[in-house]
């Protein structure tokens, strides 16, 4: 049988967390599966999962699913939910070929933008503070992957830290690249933190407008604060238009009362740096 999945969501961290319950799908119906996802995304994945065709067209198919995320679930629960399968959390392979670091010095990465100001770490001192503590104390330079080096929306830009080596824009092999030889990743709740979670990086996930269980649970720091108010994303109606949604005007409390401290904290405990 011929099987169209669709993807209802052009993201990375969407497309990344969907790849590994198609390919469950596929190995136990033994389907011809063809999965439609933003072509940008298929060089990640197409040597790691030849069993699925990515984006193949000009086929008649016997079946056509449409997955999508769903807000009040784990996100792989919903693609998991629509493809009729009993969920289990999985870990997406990411597509690498080895090829040589680009930075001599110890490094890790970080990703600070995300879709709308609510997953950004909103705390006004602590990207400054947190890098300039790993790199006093561990000599450890942080490298800015991010796709811009300011996003946002008019009068609510988000620039990169300052003290970093910036990498914005890079195309995605490159991307993977620096990651691959970084120490760890911290982002936010976006798609470069899934990214760095498919090549089996320590992820410190900087998050509290998510539940725990929204993101990937493994091989992570996530790094929150249920003190304050928290998890609206997975709880509330989120407009998609409005960047500066924040449905119980709580003024981002979620993420501005997580310090560069509380972070530090985190890293020291359990990562060996």
Not at 5 to 21: E, F, M, P, R, Y
Not at 79 to 94: Q, V
Request: net charge positive; charged share 25%; with cysteine.
């Amino acid at each position: 049988m011929k099987v169209k999945i669709n993807l209802l969501t052009k993201s990375l961290g969407d497309t990344i967390g969907a790849v590994c319950q198609v390919d469950k799908y596929q190995k136990i119906t033994q389907h011809n599966v063809n999965f439609f996802i933003n072509s940008d995304f298929i060089i990640l994945f197409k040597n790691s999962y030849p069993n699925i065709n990515f984006n193949s067209a000009n086929e008649n198919f016997d079946k056509e699913i449409n997955i999508g995320f769903k807000f009040d679930r784990p996100l792989q629960k919903g693609f998991s939910d629509d493809l009729g399968l009993e969920y289990e959390e999985l870990n997406t392979k990411i597509d690498y070929k080895q090829k040589e670091r680009n930075i001599k010095q110890k490094y890790f990465t970080i990703s600070t933008h995300s879709t709308h100001q609510g997953r950004y770490w909103n705390n006004p001192n602590g990207w400054s503070l947190l890098l300039k503590y790993l790199k006093n104390k561990y000599k450890l330079s942080a490298v800015c992957i991010d796709k811009y080096e300011t996003f946002g929306i008019k009068n609510y830009m988000n620039p990169i830290p300052k003290d970093t080596i910036n990498r914005c824009g890079l195309n995605l092999n490159d991307c993977v690249n620096y990651i691959y030889h970084a120490e760890f990743h911290i982002g936010t709740s976006n798609g470069l933190s899934w990214l760095a979670h498919g090549l089996n990086k320590n992820v410190v996930l900087i998050s509290n407008v998510t539940k725990k269980w929204c993101e990937f649970t493994n091989n992570i720091l996530r790094i929150d604060d249920e003190n304050v108010c928290h998890g609206c994303l997975n709880e509330e109606k989120f407009d998609a238009s409005n960047w500066l949604w924040c449905p119980r005007e709580k003024n981002f409390e979620c993420t501005k009362n997580i310090t560069a401290q509380n972070v530090i904290d985190k890293i020291e405990k359990h990562l060996l740096i």
